[in-house]
């Protein structure tokens, strides 16, 4: 009989830590992979000696990333290991240190994110089926496409598209590990440059190098290490699935979103209504309209209205990516889930400052990565 | 008159006009697919030996469209555009348009195949690549 995250014992983020995203520099990934673990462990107030396994999610550093990182922390001899999925690497590294926690084969886990990035090829393009378009489709005309499409039915404007990346930068305005820090207005999102379709650069992610790390732990260990049990926030649903076949040209993306939110409410027994804080797949505007309305958080065709009656900002219904999202914190791959849940554990501890979404119990973190993965989380603050 | 190929022969017949596409069905579940592919069946499982080449007819209709001002692809400049076309067959494809621009279009347009000169390869042999445009009825 399978089981899910919630039927295992009680697993908790204890520690953050992130190094700020940026433009690639001269930067190692052992100094800014470091700089984040060094912060988790300071904020979870223990020692390195007592993580008891550890996952790296990384995409373009190259082969075996962990040890030459973290030994320089003391090398305690643990299991490491590397964890690629694509832009969903990081979600997916977070995702093994709960399983690794919730069935007891350790107490403490690490999941840390770090890239730097490079030009390492993906795998999809190795399998020797091509089609008609190629490189000439990257992935912000794939959205380019989506947005057309959702223009046509929805009857929505670029402009309504684009508030997205104006609600997006000012929360990133306030986050001082975001890549883009800047507010901007409708005029300057809108006035491009140009990339594809209704896209304009600032409706794209930056995709820049940085860390972010996350420490979980079991009740027992809380216990044992004398961790501040009222900062600790409870992962309550842990999902990931992969696309299926979608007949006539349904948007396979928000597809696969509903169906892995879907099954990540059922486990934690909870609605879109539950959630007051949500990181979501914002690598391009468009996303987060088509995402909203995949997750129940408004009807469909209505993602577009829910940005523009402000239900999505800090103090609405639901913060939507209050940390800036990928659009302004930045996508540096790896990092990206674990940064998401690093977020929603400083919202769901009140610990968030000036972005705080106030009351915040419950978030949901999604990332999507090509190929095509979908993995979700659900954090709880009891 | 200098030698015509098609640039991606796996994908469409590059001699006559209009061109069809070289598409995949399964023998036992119906799918069709394309680009082709000889791995296994992404609807059913089915082993290679269940897929059958089939020609699809390069006639569709219009989903959504985007121009490109920005990539990486080769032997094309900026803008041009890309169209999403579902095919009277069943799949939607991604090609690019005759249209550059993307002026006039819209979703739900009927669209067909067409093979225009890409300039010539380094044998001199003039390169043909399959574009969908409006279809004339």
Redesign the interface.
């Known amino acids: 009989m399978s089981k899910t995250l919630i039927d295992l014992r009680p697993v908790y983020v204890v520690g953050i830590g992130l190094h700020r995203y940026q433009r690639l520099s001269e930067t190692t990934y052992v100094d800014l992979g470091l700089t984040a673990v060094r912060a988790a462990l300071a904020d979870a107030k223990i020692q390195w000696s007592e993580v008891e396994a550890a996952y790296t999610g990384t995409a373009f550093i190259g082969m075996a990333a962990s040890r030459p990182m973290l030994r320089h922390l003391g090398a305690t001899g643990i299991p490491m290991a590397q964890v690629e999925n694509a832009s969903a690497s990081g979600s997916t590294a977070f995702r093994q240190a709960c399983l690794e926690v919730a069935s007891g084969i350790s107490d403490v886990a690490l999941a840390v994110g770090v890239d730097k990035p490079g030009p390492i090829a993906g795998a999809p393009g190795k399998t020797n089926i091509r089609d008609l378009v190629g490189a000439r489709v990257l992935p912000f005309t794939h959205f380019a496409l989506l947005a057309n499409d959702y223009m046509n039915r929805n009857h929505v404007t670029a402009e309504q598209i684009a508030l997205v990346a104006v609600k997006n930068n000012r929360n990133g305005a306030r986050n001082p590990y975001a890549q883009r820090q800047k507010q901007v207005t409708l005029e300057e999102v809108m006035a491009g440059p140009a990339i594809s379709g209704a896209l304009t650069r600032l409706q794209c992610c930056p995709v820049g190098e940085g860390a972010a790390a996350v420490i979980v732990a079991s009740e027992d260990a809380i216990a044992r290490l004398e961790i501040d049990r009222n900062r600790a926030v409870r992962a309550v649903a842990s999902v990931t699935r992969t696309e299926r076949v979608y007949r006539e040209a349904k948007n396979f993306d928000a597809e696969l979103t509903g169906e892995t939110v879907a099954q990540a409410y059922r486990e934690a027994s909870m609605t879109a209504r539950d959630l007051d804080v949500l990181e979501l797949h914002d690598a391009f505007t468009i996303e987060e309209l088509l995402y909203l309305e995949a997750m129940g958080l408004c009807a469909p065709g209505e993602g577009a209205r829910m940005i523009e009656s402000g239900a999505a900002d800090i103090g609405g219904q639901c913060a939507v990516s209050a940390s800036g999202g990928l659009l302004a914190m930045g996508h540096p791959i790896g990092p990206t889930g674990v940064g998401q849940i690093a977020e929603l554990t400083r919202q769901l501890r009140g610990e968030a400052g000036d972005r705080q979404q106030p009351n915040a119990r419950v978030g949901l973190a999604h990332m999507v990565g090509v190929g095509a993965v979908c993995v979700v989380h659900i954090l709880r603050k009891d | 008159m200098a030698e015509s190929v098609p640039a991606?022969p796996?994908?469409?017949s590059g001699s006559e006009n209009p061109p069809s596409l070289n598409g995949g069905r399964c023998h036992r579940c119906g799918?069709v697919f394309f680009?082709p592919?000889q791995?296994g069946c992404?609807?059913c499982g089915a082993p290679p030996e269940e897929l059958e080449a089939v020609t699809l007819p390069g006639r569709g209709k219009l989903?959504?469209?985007?121009?490109?001002?920005?990539?990486?692809?080769?032997g094309?400049e900026a803008p041009?555009t890309?169209g999403?076309i579902?095919l009277d067959d069943?799949p939607?494809?991604?090609?690019?348009l005759t249209n550059r621009t993307g002026q006039g279009l819209?979703?739900g347009v009927r669209m067909s195949a067409t093979i225009v000169s890409q300039g010539s390869d380094e044998q001199g042999r003039e390169v043909m690549e399959?574009r969908f445009e409006k279809a004339a009825r």
């Open positions: 991606q796996a994908l469409y799918y680009p592919q791995y992404e609807s989903h959504s469209f985007a121009t490109v001002h920005l990539h990486q692809g080769k094309i041009f890309v999403v579902l069943g939607a494809i991604r090609s690019i819209k979703a399959l």
